[in-house]
């Protein structure tokens, strides 16, 4: 018998470097978090041994026994949707296994709420969640590969848009839907169309331009997202088009080195008033002064997440005396789980919509464009460059999706790759939100 250890950043590469060394035959008899990943242990010929008794806890022994036993259930219901007639096909994601997530899950929080055990104990329970957690991991991913190879073999038109909403960027949960509404149709090249045209319809965009409807417009965002340089676009759009009298600027920057320099030269060459509210100041009252003004735009501070000031700063924002409309700023060169973190931040203070800015630097569309219909964030403007005010735009739903096909990756996705897309399908929703 050959038994092995492999180190890994995570299990599908634990994994990988097991099929690769070892072969399909192998068995893996451990599997444990380290430090930078996981470690599997596998081997070849392997007689599985009797386990040694030893002090189990009878309460976590019955959760496995349950949970193996719908891991079961779960891979025979998946076997027997490959055998069911074509027309039902849609069933493949409909009532997704999860089960084995969710089981596991509920394992982990009733242990978690249970009286500390003994040191001994204690240190076996730890064992096991690491167990635990790794099992889950190993069968999301066997559900994965199962759901891929079956959806190419008895479905290959469909995984042939899979691949190209893949080669977007988009979520694997709003791929789904979009795949579902063209289930019927065997043309590939009408339901393509029929894909773009449905993921138009997802994107939301205002009937009224916000700078025309006037009043109080706040950007808010994390660093780095180009707040700034699209309040100044905006700022010039609007004093091109009606003049610099009935506008007026608004920082709330005063953490950045710089913001409000930049903010004062800006209203000086476009002959608006500046106002800069320090921390600790009274915006309602810093405002009291602009409401003769048609417009007023707010910069403000890009904080982390966790500092204290971010959440002074956007209950400011929602209250009503303030009343003023928020957008968050999305950069559209962000990942997916900044862009997730960005928006779960700045939600408190109430949002309006998104404005998606630096498209002109970015590789893909499909994660942010997930993001606003996911969370129906109207998309309110466009910036795709550094010129002022010429790179900002009003969208199109139609022309957002052009753009997003126009910049999809040029080369097909591995199978590895949409092996992982499919096993997030089979994750909790709660894990999949991020």
Not at 70 to 96: N, P, V
Request: hydrophobic letters at 45%; one cysteine or more; charged letters at 20%.
């Amino acid at each position: 018998m050959q038994v092995k250890r492999f180190f890994a950043a995570d299990m599908r590469q634990a994994m990988k470097l097991v099929r690769d060394e070892l072969g399909a035959d192998a068995t893996i008899i451990g599997n444990r978090r380290v430090a930078g990943g996981v470690e599997l242990t596998a081997a070849l010929d392997y007689q599985v041994q009797p386990a040694p008794a030893r002090q189990a806890n009878p309460a976590l022994e019955a959760e496995l026994r349950k949970t193996q036993s719908r891991i079961a259930s779960a891979q025979a219901e998946l076997t027997t949707r490959s055998q069911l007639d074509a027309g039902k096909d849609r069933q493949l994601f409909a009532a997704a296994p999860t089960a084995p997530a969710d089981s596991l899950d509920a394992v982990l929080q009733r242990q978690q709420q249970k009286p500390a055990a003994a040191p001994a104990d204690q240190s076996a329970l730890e064992s096991m969640r690491s167990e635990l957690h790794g099992l889950r991991e190993l069968i999301e991913m066997q559900m994965g590969s199962m759901a891929w190879g079956q959806l190419q073999a008895r479905r290959p038109q469909q995984a042939t848009l899979w691949r190209r909403l893949q080669r977007m960027g988009l979520p694997a949960e709003l791929a789904r839907t979009l795949l579902e509404r063209v289930a019927s149709l065997s043309d590939q090249r009408q339901a393509w169309r029929m894909v773009l045209a449905h993921l138009a319809h997802s994107i939301q965009t205002p009937k009224q331009e916000p700078m025309e409807e006037g009043g109080v417009i706040a950007l808010v965002g994390p660093a780095g997202m180009g707040k700034t340089t699209t309040l100044a676009k905006l700022a010039a759009r609007y004093v091109l088009k009606y003049g610099a009298a009935n506008i007026a600027l608004v920082s709330m920057d005063s953490y950045r080195i710089g913001a409000q320099e930049q903010l004062k030269t800006l209203g000086r060459i476009l002959g608006v008033s500046v106002t800069h509210v320090d921390p600790g100041q009274s915006l309602t009252q810093s405002l009291a002064p602009l409401a003769r003004k048609r417009v007023v735009l707010i910069d403000t501070a890009g904080l982390p997440a966790n500092d204290p000031a971010l959440r002074m700063q956007l209950e400011t924002l929602a209250s009503r005396g303030v009343n003023a409309r928020n957008y968050l700023v999305l950069a559209a060169t962000s990942q997916a789980q900044v862009l997730k973190a960005a928006y779960h931040s700045y939600k408190r203070c109430g949002l309006a919509g998104c404005i998606l800015s630096k498209l002109d630097e970015a590789t893909s569309m499909g994660e942010v464009l997930g993001l606003a219909i996911g969370h129906r964030l109207p998309v309110a403007y466009l910036a795709d460059g550094p010129r002022i005010p010429d790179d900002v735009h009003v969208p199109r739903s139609h022309q957002l999706v052009s753009r997003a096909v126009g910049l999809q990756a040029p080369d097909e996705p591995s199978e590895d790759t949409m092996a992982d897309m499919f096993a997030g399908l089979y994750q909790d929703p709660a894990r999949r939100a991020g």
